[in-house]
């Protein structure tokens, strides 16, 4: 079946950096976005960007400019998510997604990766 | 702060009505097609309604989804036990060039 796997639950440093694997399967990995997301504890739900893994090309939300590296292997059909300059705000479940359909559609998610910053 | 609102809650007893409002402007709802997610407590995201008002094979059609200018709503009809969770509202922003997802709503059942 169609689905994306996620790697676990890290435990980081401020300052560091983290970097979230997200492994498809069930479908051709080429062919569909792949989008990140994120949700601290409480909160909703904040995108962060998109990687599309036949070209490579992404898009980074304004906010993570500069922080975030979207990045994939196609020979193992994995998309990565590598966060710099880990803060204290930045804990949360980060969760990739499919763009199945089109517009921002993500009809397959992750299982979500929990990412805790402290000290 | 996000730039599409919801109200932060709403309830209904089961068989109601429950509508959910997702407010935004003409650079993200009045321009580009709205999804609606539910989630679960400690679970992901769950596409609910893409394009304003279709729905993904198995979401069952007591759910609907409807847009005008620069709002969109979520209906769920028949309300049910099991519809307790959050909804977002989600679209793209074309001044952002950003996704931007809605404040949430907790839906109870009463």
């Known amino acids: 079946q169609v689905q994306l796997v996620q790697s676990g639950a890290e435990v980081m440093k401020p300052g560091a950096s983290v970097k979230v694997s997200c492994r498809a399967s069930g479908y051709t990995f080429t062919n569909y976005y792949i989008h990140w997301m994120r949700q601290a504890p409480g909160q909703g739900l904040q995108w962060m960007g998109w990687?599309?893994?036949?070209?490579?090309?992404?898009n980074y939300a304004q906010k993570f400019q500069g922080r975030v590296t979207l990045t994939r292997d196609t020979s193992s059909s994995t998309a990565y998510l590598e966060l710099s300059r880990l803060r204290s705000d930045d804990a949360a479940v980060y969760y990739c997604?499919?763009?199945?359909?089109?517009?921002?559609?993500?009809?397959?998610w992750g299982q979500g990766a929990m990412v805790t910053v402290s000290s | 702060q996000s730039v599409v609102t919801q109200p932060p809650s709403a309830s209904g007893t089961p068989g109601q009505r429950v509508t959910i409002s997702c407010s935004g402007s003409?650079?993200?709802?009045?321009?580009?097609?709205v999804n609606w997610y539910q989630q679960f407590q400690g679970l992901a995201p769950k596409l609910l309604i893409h394009?304003?008002?279709q729905r993904p094979s198995g979401v069952p059609d007591r759910f609907s989804g409807s847009k005008s200018g620069t709002s969109a709503s979520l209906a769920i009809s028949g309300l049910q036990s099991e519809d307790e969770a959050d909804y977002y509202c989600?679209?793209?922003?074309?001044?952002?060039?950003?996704?931007?997802f809605g404040t949430g709503t907790k839906v109870t059942v009463l």
């Open positions: 990687i599309f893994p036949k070209s490579g090309d992404t």
């Open positions: 003409s650079s993200n709802i009045g321009s580009n097609a």
């Open positions: 997604a499919r763009d199945g359909v089109s517009g921002g559609a993500f009809d397959v």
């Open positions: 989600a679209s793209w922003d074309d001044s952002l060039d950003d996704y931007v």
């Open positions: 394009n304003n008002n």
